[in-house]
């Protein structure tokens, strides 16, 4: 295996990501999508988490779920374990937005990948099962408490 490959796909993945991003109009800016999708991931989250997630200061992120919360994508709770915390859920308004941007986002790659090759495309369509495999092993409970 070339000792390069986790470095050249996360580049690829990158660029894909900004190609997408600069020809298309999303219905929210990507930093939220971002935000949203991480929630949408965790199921619930608090902002600290969030925020060494996101690799920003806790009032930084205070004000991300601040703005999502306003457009009413997002809700806090108190969290049962720490009468201090908040925890945050993505609402199915904030569903129903990142589905959007996902789709718009995707529609923006999707007329290079009807130029492919039909091989080109089931190989694609393999890589992203194994890139699926990938993130679900890295982040399952027995591999992430290492």
């Given at each position: 295996?070339?000792?390069t490959?986790?470095a ?13 991003n600069?020809?298309?109009r999303?219905p ?8 949203l999708?991480t929630i ?5 989250a ?7 997630l ?16 306003d ?6 709770t108190?969290?049962?374990q ?9 609402t199915?308004?904030?569903k129903k937005?990142?589905r959007q ?21 089931e190989?694609?369509?393999e890589?992203?099962?194994v890139?699926r495999?990938l993130?679900?092993?890295a ?7 290492r």
């Amino acid at each position: 295996m070339s000792s390069t490959l986790g470095a050249d796909l996360l580049s690829v993945v990158a660029r894909l990501n900004r190609l997408a991003n600069q020809r298309v109009r999303m219905p929210i800016p990507f930093a939220q999508a971002r935000l949203l999708s991480t929630i949408e991931d965790r199921g619930e989250a608090r902002i600290s988490d969030l925020a060494a997630l996101d690799h920003c200061s806790q009032p930084t992120m205070t004000t991300q779920v601040r703005r999502l919360e306003d457009a009413g994508m997002v809700t806090r709770t108190a969290d049962p374990q720490d009468a201090r915390a908040v925890l945050i859920k993505i609402t199915p308004e904030g569903k129903k937005a990142l589905r959007q941007a996902r789709a718009d986002r995707g529609a923006a790659v999707d007329p290079y990948l009807e130029r492919l090759s039909e091989a080109d495309r089931e190989r694609l369509t393999e890589a992203v099962d194994v890139m699926r495999r990938l993130i679900t092993d890295a982040t399952s409970p027995r591999t992430t408490a290492r």
